[in-house]
């Protein structure tokens, strides 16, 4: 091992106890200090259990069979225990609310500190550097569980950063966090590659981010690496992207799409930034007399001429001492409509949804669904005019088989055995899920328990489905894929609300987006007058997406979709 | 999740105390209710000074009056079977109706002992827990010669506590969004969801376990036999004198009870 190879990894093969299949094939892979190596893949092809093998999780905690060698820092993995080796190798993973665990900041970041035997003096220096690092200074006796996701993440950062290791291994870092949150955590992530001289291991998906600040990809896909590059290489090659439906940077979308109208555009170079890409219409130059024609007409919110749920005056909070968490609430939704509903973590968005289907009622004012006062109307009426999933999927089954899991609330509905089969298999078309209804849901992957977690309440016939973040954990294909299909549901007359941070894949599948923001709605109108709306989701502290700005620097302001944006950019090249 | 456990944070003379002597307070309250467990007239007074602990703590006094009132057929049974043992010995009071069972004075002075036998060592414990950091519990059971990793195990079962309570109030929210009523008041109903929330719930938990693990496995927590600690909790003067007041009293009552005395008998003048 060369002196600044920091992580090795041979023909790395592995798979749980009690599976008889491999989850990692065949893995090799070498880390250089300093470097900022991204891992991407769909969920479940592996990402996490390979990380679990270099932190030491695997074989230590985690039994299976393992083969091959695993090497941090000279050591290997099978010989040091995951405690020890946490002194060299930092973990953080997806959900910030787990890793906080004690009771003040300052506990938090002496904990490990503690662990490690270090005396009075020493923690003392550790935490002091630390607290200045993350900015914390002054905030030592906050309690942890009061701060915002964002901040609770780079808590647990800076408490595996106190052990002073030399690799630190960050695991979705910002899958669970709003656009505050994401920014957050990314500039925390800037400045470690920065000023220090930290090897960084991340599997993250903001690609946007991962094209300017990684210095190596490797993709993943059903446990093996099936490309490693540099963000230029791998984005270059649209045959590999393709095949591992890893998302591009929305800019090299936009190009993969002009190249197969106008291949002489671009020959070696596709690119992944923002400049890069406005460096190649700048060079080719652009008809502006074809954008005027192609530029969208300013569009607004049409009226609700049929109403299925309609929020007047709504306040509520959850005790009569705590502040309201709703503050005068107007809305109407429509049917055959969907409708986002964005905000930062606290904004109170799941109250609001949970006001549709009478888990939570109004303290004041009223929510009326498909004409009943939700007061007035039980949950389980209310239930099933408007189906909910939530965050978890884990949290609703139960039963022993698939075909129980579906069946439970429907017999309660009094559905005969034929009437039961045919809404289960019509379910599962609308969410494309294809498995044998007598295997337990718990033996389903990640991403088809969300499926069965939609299909049951689908076949409930519910008249509106909500979403409540439900894809944390799901990539951006997958989900998409998922919400894509959801619009057939929308386009036979039913209505979607989604409760989502991803505004790209709110841009894809919504009609309508409401802002929400301490409890009122700070915003509401169609995707393309809110997304497009760059510099006032800035100040509201939101991420614009990629594919906006570079339509505004090309005088295409009002388009949102990369689709859109390609096509116009087809027929304005100079080329 | 947090390792908290049961500890509600305050500026209070009880939450300032060393953990040593709330845990002394504990094994006093709970020595003086075994003596006193034949005599609900002697023992109504420890709890009675767990009471007095709690509102020096500045904890709703409500948790406390909340255990007596879910325990209330818990009191009536304790009461009732110890009573039906005694019906012949003492001065008859009442005759209990369903049961038909002769109370005497010496019937519920042992049921009423009895009762505060269980009820006290709980509210002693929640006075302990809800005052003391678990840091400081964690601090004072390594000092004790026991290895750090059991202390911890123990403020993991507390911690969990509260997060289970929340898990299964969204488990209740996801299940009633599928049309499920979870919550009916039906007693049939209430069986027949019980999978519904408990299976879901297992699963939950052991994920958090999973993931607790972790955090705790990468901030090197169990990497050498001992750890030190950053906080370790000084004892004042303010200690010795709680601590000795404390004695006074429980030995006091320890001591009255041993010696014959009952408040009941006292009051009676015999």
């Known amino acids: ?575 | 999740m947090s390792l908290s456990g049961l500890y509600i944070p305050r500026e209070s003379v009880i939450h300032r105390l060393d953990a040593r002597v709330k845990l002394a307070w504990f094994v006093l309250a709970f020595s003086a209710s075994v003596v006193s467990q034949w005599d609900g007239s002697v023992s109504v007074f420890v709890y009675l000074s767990l009471i007095v602990g709690l509102i020096l703590a500045k904890i709703s006094v409500k948790r406390a009056i909340l255990t007596i009132a879910y325990s209330i057929v818990f009191f009536l049974v304790t009461t009732l079977v110890w009573a039906s043992m005694y019906q012949d010995v003492g001065i008859y009071v009442a005759t209990f109706p369903l049961a038909n069972i002769r109370l005497t004075d010496v019937g519920l002075l042992v049921g009423t002992g009895k009762f505060f036998l269980i009820v006290n060592p709980i509210t002693a414990f929640l006075l302990v827990m809800s005052t003391t950091k678990m840091y400081d519990l964690h601090y004072v059971i390594t000092r004790a010669g026991l290895p750090y990793k059991a202390g911890f195990m123990f403020a993991l079962a507390l911690g969990l506590l509260p997060y289970t309570f929340m898990e299964i109030r969204n488990i209740v929210d996801v299940q009633k969004a599928r049309g499920l009523e979870v919550d009916s008041r039906n007693p049939v109903k209430k069986i027949v969801y019980v999978v519904p929330i408990f299976v879901p719930l297992v699963i939950r938990m052991m994920s958090y376990v999973w993931d607790l693990s972790i955090v705790l496995s990468v901030r090197g927590f169990g990497a050498y036999p001992k750890r030190s600690y950053y906080f370790p909790p000084r004892w004042s003067r303010k200690d010795t004198i709680s601590l000795l007041l404390l004695a006074v009293i429980y030995a006091s009552l320890i001591i009255l009870k041993l010696t014959g005395f009952s408040t009941y008998y006292f009051l009676r003048g015999v």
């Open chain 1, 1 to 575: 091992m060369s002196m600044s190879t920091v992580i090795s990894v041979e023909d790395l093969w592995f798979k749980y106890s009690a599976s008889n299949e491999w989850v990692l094939k065949n893995l090799n892979f070498k880390m250089r200090e300093g470097e900022t190596v991204v891992i991407m893949g769909p969920s479940g092809c592996g990402k996490s259990t390979f990380l679990y093998t270099l932190v030491g999780m695997i074989p230590h905690v985690i039994r299976g069979e393992l083969k091959g060698n695993v090497s941090v820092l000279g050591m290997n993995t099978k010989e040091v225990r995951p405690e020890i080796l946490s002194r060299h190798i930092g973990f953080v993973f997806q959900n910030p609310e787990l890793q906080v665990i004690m009771p003040t900041v300052l506990e938090e970041l002496v904990f490990g500190l503690e662990n490690l035997n270090l005396d009075r003096k020493e923690i003392e220096n550790r935490v002091t550097e630390i607290l200045d690092f993350i900015g914390f200074r002054g905030r030592e006796f906050e309690d942890p569980h009061e701060l915002s996701s964002g901040e609770k993440q780079v808590l647990a950062i800076a408490s595996v950063l106190a052990l002073r290791p030399k690799i630190l291994v960050l695991d979705e870092p910002t899958s669970m966090l709003d656009h505050v949150g994401t920014t957050r955590i990314l500039s925390l992530v800037e400045k470690l590659k920065r000023e220090t001289n930290l090897s960084l291991l991340v599997v993250e998906h903001r690609i946007e981010w991962i094209a300017e600040h990684a210095d190596k990809i490797v993709i993943m896909k059903d446990g093996e690496f099936t490309g490693e590059g540099t963000p230029q290489e791998i984005f270059n090659d649209v045959e590999l992207i393709q095949k591992t439906g890893v998302r591009p940077p929305q800019v090299s979308e936009i190009f993969y799409k002009i190249s197969e109208r106008k291949p002489n555009l671009i020959r070696n170079k596709m690119p992944v930034t923002l400049n890069e890409a406005l460096n190649i219409i700048n060079k080719v130059g652009l008809n502006t007399s074809t954008l005027h024609h192609i530029a969208p007409v300013e569009e607004s919110i049409k009226p609700c001429n049929d109403s299925l749920i309609s929020v007047r005056d709504l306040w509520f909070r959850y005790k009569k001492d705590l502040p309201w968490v709703l503050k005068n609430i107007n809305l109407d939704i429509c049917r055959g409509e969907f409708v986002a509903i964005i905000g930062h973590s606290g904004a109170g968005k799941t109250t609001l949804v949970k006001q549709f289907n009478g888990l939570l009622k109004p303290v004041k004012g009223s929510v009326i669904v498909a004409g009943r006062d939700t007061r007035k109307t039980p949950t389980s009426t209310l239930a099933r005019i408007v189906g909910m999933v939530m965050q978890n999927p884990e949290a609703q089954f139960f039963a022993s088989t698939i075909y129980e899991e579906m069946s439970f609330s429907l017999k309660k509905t009094g559905l005969k055995k034929d009437e039961i089969e045919s809404r289960i298999k019509e379910a599962f078309e609308i969410v494309d899920l294809v498995k044998p209804l007598d295997i337990s849901p718990h033996l389903l992957s990640f991403g088809e328990k969300h499926r069965l977690a939609i299909a049951s309440i689908l076949a409930l016939k519910p008249q509106a489905l909500v979403l409540d973040e439900p894809f944390s954990g799901l990539d951006y294909k997958r989900s998409l894929q998922l919400l894509l299909s959801l619009r057939r549901f929308v386009e036979s007359g039913g209505t979607v609300i989604l409760v989502a941070h991803d505004l790209q894949l709110i841009s894809e599948v919504a009609d309508k987006v409401v802002v929400l923001d301490n409890g009122s709605i700070k915003r509401l109108g169609t995707v393309r007058e809110v997304l497009s709306d760059i510099e006032w989701l800035r100040t509201q502290g939101f991420m614009p997406l990629q594919s906006t700005l570079i339509a505004r620097e090309v005088g295409l302001r009002g388009l949102v979709k990369t689709s859109e944006i390609s096509e116009a950019l087809v027929s304005s090249l100079r080329i």
